[in-house]
């Protein structure tokens, strides 16, 4: 399968600790994209990165996450310090060009916060 | 951004046309209208999308009213698998956050029955 792909697909982590999540795009994508998903919302975008290049992360939601793209690859993506509001769907998504009409979304990762 | 106005859900029956409506008075003119689709414990899943005049492709169609103030999205032929959360997103690829960012709102739940 040559989709998005996002690992772990769940992660139960106690209040305070640090998780970090892992993507990787379609090969040929430059961009990518990570959103959290609450219960019962929709997708809710965070950053994005063109190539290395992280372009936008004004809407990530604390200074406790972070993400990076090192080699304008895979892609991860880190809260510190956990709290129970973290608790939520991350997805990963990537797309080809400057603009495109189609985000290519993974089956994201699951966070429980204990 | 300018918004969408969506029924929070529909049902319809399997093998029978679905009609899905999304109103956006405010849209501007550069703005595309997007649909994408979320299947329980999945990413989401690009549908279709249109700037002006309808579109069709293999998974359904996009009717565009001519004033551009709403759209239907059409499933020609429901099956169980098309049961999903439906999203009307606008998007202008040459403004700022709409060159990289899609704004979800809670969407349509499409429940199908047999």
């Known amino acids: 399968d040559t989709g998005v792909s996002q690992d772990p697909r769940h992660k139960i982590t106690k209040r305070g600790q640090n998780v970090t999540f892992r993507c990787d795009p379609i090969s040929e994508h430059n961009r990518l994209y990570w959103y959290r998903q609450t219960l019962g919302q929709g997708p809710e975008f965070l950053t994005y990165f063109q190539n290395e290049a992280q372009l936008e992360k004004s809407r990530l939601l604390s200074d406790r996450f972070s993400a990076e793209r090192p080699k304008g690859s895979f892609s991860t993506l880190e809260i510190q310090r956990t709290e129970q509001g973290d608790s939520a769907m991350y997805l990963c998504?990537?797309?080809?060009?400057?603009?495109?009409?189609?985000?290519?979304f993974g089956e994201g990762s699951r966070l429980t916060v204990l | 951004d300018a918004k969408t106005t969506q029924p929070n859900s529909m049902e319809s029956n399997e093998e029978e046309p679905v009609h899905l409506p999304c109103n956006h008075s405010?849209?501007?003119?550069?703005?595309?209208i997007h649909w994408y689709r979320q299947l329980p414990s999945q990413g989401p899943e690009y549908v279709i999308h249109?700037?002006?005049s309808n579109v069709n492709n293999r998974m359904a169609s996009l009717a565009i009213a001519e004033d551009r103030k709403s759209s239907t999205l059409i499933l020609h032929r429901a099956t169980l698998r098309d049961a999903a959360v439906y999203y009307c997103i606008l998007r202008d690829p040459y403004s700022g956050a709409g060159s990289y960012q899609l704004t979800f709102g809670k969407g349509t739940k499409l429940s199908v029955i047999p």
């Open positions: 249109g700037l002006t």
């Open positions: 998504a990537s797309s080809l060009g400057q603009y495109t009409g189609e985000l290519f």
């Open positions: 405010t849209i501007s003119g550069t703005d595309y």
